[in-house]
């Protein structure tokens, strides 16, 4: 589990929905901060043995952070700052191309 | 100082190709390779193992890169039991697509003549709409048709490499790594290679180091007429399976990405990438796939194909410096098993492959009619 070295000051936080799930997150952290920092670290199934997956580079290298933000599937999660309202799920194996 | 049989340079498809095969005769073999500052066609190409467009006015060509296509069918579960590493290899058959009518007659005429002179030994379809829609059912309303050939199919070149490095290690070949080999200087019967900090006795030497066969091949008395040619590629995010059969410029990777390609530019010893290349590359995928209009790229490279005046291979023994092997190609994926399966045995001291007779850089020499 991870937590804060210094807490998130009142006032300077936004809330987020992770599947279903309001969350408080420091505004300013990339949303796989955030998911971290409540607890979450299981992000992802892959797309060839659905096996589970969660952040590792926290820099944008590794695409293990992948996640469904505001029904844009597999994007990077540490690379998108929260914002108020967003809404985040987890990304479940491979996407789907559109018809 | 160690003696080797064989001393392969270069580490990339070609030369860990022809080692492993050497390898596999029990010959000693060593790989002299350079690092991550060379020029590397192996580590950014497009993973096909194709058929359809080679061969065209040189039809041991094509009988050359259909052998392979046979042999791949040996070599993929091959190198699956010995290293535990699946290349991904599919001979699926794969289209070349053409987007409108008048492309598509030309192609037809172009694979025509293919088939004309091979006296037949290349087979093909041409197909309309519907046909190609049944087989690859998420190409675009737009697109005319395509030709079909069920030899043409991919791999991972990635996986294909390090497989052969596996292998090369598990049938007791050496793989060094370090600076460039500068200078090859006979000894006896033998030969001598020598690169900064190191040397290296060999009884016979194979080039086999891509692009940098230029400078080294004149030390053996043979010819390395060699053009960089540039080819940009994109990758996509890992989509859920969309494509069953690779075609000349998308092709789905067993992990889900797509890779797109790609283009040809004659941009020198320069291996960048360019927005408007790259933008083009997109458009003419996304006119083939408009499903892909929503599909994000995530990598983008340039890599340099090593080009020979005509685009065909160069295979040749040296006649100054007998023990001597030269071997540049532009298709080492598809020619991988070729090479580890005939070309290696050949050199190794075997039956010389009869299509490969004729690939020889005296092609390229001007000839002077006698009538003249
Ligand atoms: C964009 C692109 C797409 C392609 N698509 C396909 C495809 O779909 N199918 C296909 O079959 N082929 C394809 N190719 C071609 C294929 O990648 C090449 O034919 C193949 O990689 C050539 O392998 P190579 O070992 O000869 O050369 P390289 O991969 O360039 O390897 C040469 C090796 O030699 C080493 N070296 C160089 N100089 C020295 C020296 N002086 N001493 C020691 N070592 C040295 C380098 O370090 C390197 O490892 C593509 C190429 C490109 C660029
Ligand atoms: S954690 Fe590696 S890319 Fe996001």
């Given at each position: 589990m991870f937590a804060y070295l210094k807490r998130p000051e009142e006032g300077r936080t936004v809330t987020i929905e992770y599947e279903g799930r309001k969350l408080i997150a420091r505004a300013g952290d990339t949303v796989a901060a955030a998911l971290l920092a409540s607890g979450i670290d299981r992000f992802r199934s892959t797309p060839v043995s659905q096996s589970p997956r969660g952040p590792w580079?926290?820099?944008?290298?590794?695409?293990?952070?992948l996640l469904e933000i505001d029904g844009v599937p597999n994007r990077q999660g540490c690379q998108v700052t929260v914002v108020e309202g967003m809404t985040v799920r987890s990304q479940q194996g491979a996407r789907r191309v559109s018809p | 100082m160690a003696n080797y049989d064989f001393a392969v340079v270069g580490g990339g498809l070609v030369g860990s190709a022809i080692a492993y095969g050497l390898c596999g005769e029990g010959h000693r073999v060593v790989v002299m390779d350079e690092g991550d500052v060379a020029y590397r066609a192996s580590r950014g190409n497009f993973g096909l193992v194709w058929?359809?467009?080679?061969?065209?006015?040189?039809?041991n060509y094509s009988d050359w890169s259909q052998s392979s296509s046979r042999l791949w069918l040996e070599l993929a579960p091959e190198l699956k039991e010995l290293?535990?590493?699946?290349?991904?290899?599919?001979?699926s058959g794969g289209v070349h697509i053409c987007h409108t009518e008048r492309e598509w007659l030309q192609r037809r005429e172009t694979m025509d003549r293919l088939s004309r002179e091979t006296e037949g030994r290349f087979h093909f379809e041409m197909l309309d709409h519907r046909a190609l829609a049944s087989l690859v059912p998420a190409i675009g309303g737009d697109v005319f048709g395509a030709s079909w050939t069920p030899m043409d199919g991919h791999a991972n070149p990635l996986y294909l490499l390090r497989a052969l490095h596996a292998g090369i290690h598990q049938r007791d070949g050496e793989y060094r790594r370090g600076g460039p080999v500068r200078r090859i200087a006979r000894d006896g019967g033998a030969f001598r290679l020598e690169r900064d900090g190191e040397s290296v006795h060999c009884q016979r030497v194979v080039l086999a180091?891509?692009?940098?066969n230029r400078g080294l091949a004149e030390q053996v008395g043979l010819e390395a007429p060699l053009l960089p040619n540039r080819g940009e590629v994109m990758i996509t995010e890992r989509v859920a399976p969309l494509l069953d059969i690779p075609t000349t410029y998308l092709r789905q990777t067993g992990e889900g990405s797509l890779q797109i390609g790609d283009s040809h530019e004659d941009v020198g010893m320069n291996d960048g990438t360019r927005t408007e290349v790259l933008a083009d590359i997109a458009q003419r995928a996304l006119r083939a796939?408009?499903?892909?209009?929503?599909v994000r790229i995530v990598r983008s490279w340039g890599a340099l194909r090593v080009m020979t005046p005509d685009g065909c291979p160069i295979y040749q023994a040296s006649v100054t410096h007998p023990g001597a092997y030269l071997a540049c190609c532009h298709s080492g994926v598809t020619l991988a098993a070729a090479h580890a399966k005939r070309l290696a045995p050949w050199i190794g001291g075997?039956?010389?492959?009869?299509?490969?007779?004729?690939?020889?850089?005296?092609?390229?020499h001007v000839r002077v009619s006698e009538t003249a």
């Open positions: 580079c926290m820099m944008g290298a590794c695409f293990d952070c | 058929i359809q467009s080679k061969g065209l006015g040189m039809p290293t535990g590493i699946d290349v991904q290899h599919q001979r180091a891509g692009l940098g796939f408009p499903r892909l209009r929503d075997g039956e010389y492959p009869e299509e490969i007779v004729p690939l020889t850089a005296e092609r390229f």
